[in-house]
């Protein structure tokens, strides 16, 4: 159920005195046993983003503190809102530089159960890598992407894209693959599953082909997509008129979350071993 909004652009105020101890215990924990499991799982880019960042502070990091290292690096700057916000609101905010983050934080029972993205799934999840230029760009074409897509009814199909990269993305790494999306870096869980389960398949990322799969939002993923590298997302990314796809694809069929389509790239071809019960 969406709020009513804040402010024209739901901005508020960090407010970062408002986070009790218990807050800043709940980061800690949550921070202490991803920065334990990430290292030799997660692209070296987001531990970098980390230090870059100062976030190995302890404690929900202080946006004000945050953005003037952030806005340095890249030009970006975090603002908080209240939790989730509607999609043109979102858009525009990351066409601008800006990332909205929930401007709170789950409860000490909640520690593996998210169910709107708090400030631990948005700052520490996503914020690392806006440190790294190439991400940084992307994520600034996604927004600018989202309200044209706004014009072509295309939300739902270039959400998919976010979902596959931002979200639940992996990459190359030396001779093997390492995960970048905020929806796992920022899970324990997931993190073992996207980066060591043998279920999930592991498929080369190509955009029209991310574009036709959809995706859940309520289990681990059974899909997940490899980059080559962020500059080649950013490039393909850049390099794609969305109009003429958005049109193409518009009678296409999607493409099933588990198949393996002949002409895919297959890194790892999972054995389904946790299917997600259709509903
Ligand atoms: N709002 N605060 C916030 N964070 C998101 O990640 C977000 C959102 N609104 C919409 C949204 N994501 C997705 O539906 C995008 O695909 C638009
Ligand atoms: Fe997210």
Do not use: K
Request: no cysteine; net charge negative.
């Amino acid at each position: 159920m969406t709020a009513t909004a804040p402010s024209p652009d739901w901005t508020i105020p960090q407010d970062w005195e408002h986070f009790t101890a218990t807050d800043h215990r709940v980061w800690d924990d949550l921070f202490d046993r991803q920065t334990r499991l990430l290292p030799g799982r997660v692209a070296p880019e987001f531990l970098e983003g980390l230090q870059l960042l100062d976030m190995t502070r302890p404690g929900v990091p202080d946006f004000a503190r945050l953005n003037d290292q952030l806005m340095a690096l890249t030009g970006w700057q975090v603002v908080a809102v209240p939790g989730l916000v509607p999609d043109a609101v979102f858009f525009d905010h990351l066409a601008n530089r800006r990332f909205p983050a929930g401007n709170f934080i789950r409860r000490p029972d909640q520690l593996d159960y998210l169910q709107e993205p708090d400030v631990f799934h948005d700052v520490f999840g996503h914020v690392p890598l806006l440190a790294h230029p190439a991400f940084a760009d992307y994520m600034q074409a996604y927004g600018r992407g989202g309200l044209r897509a706004l014009e072509y009814d295309a939300i739902a199909r270039l959400s998919r894209l976010y979902w596959y990269t931002v979200e639940f993305g992996l990459i190359r790494s030396g001779d093997g693959l390492a995960i970048y999306g905020a929806g796992i870096v920022s899970s324990h869980g997931e993190t073992l599953f996207a980066q060591g389960s043998p279920s999930p398949n592991r498929l080369g990322w190509q955009l029209e082909r991310v574009l036709r799969t959809p995706y859940r939002i309520d289990d681990y993923q059974q899909a997940y997509f490899v980059i080559d590298s962020f500059d080649d997302l950013l490039r393909v990314t850049l390099e794609t008129d969305f109009g003429p796809l958005y049109r193409r694809l518009a009678g296409s069929v999607d493409i099933p979350i588990a198949a393996i389509l002949p002409d895919d790239r297959v890194f790892t071809r999972g054995d389904q071993s946790h299917v997600v019960e259709t509903v």
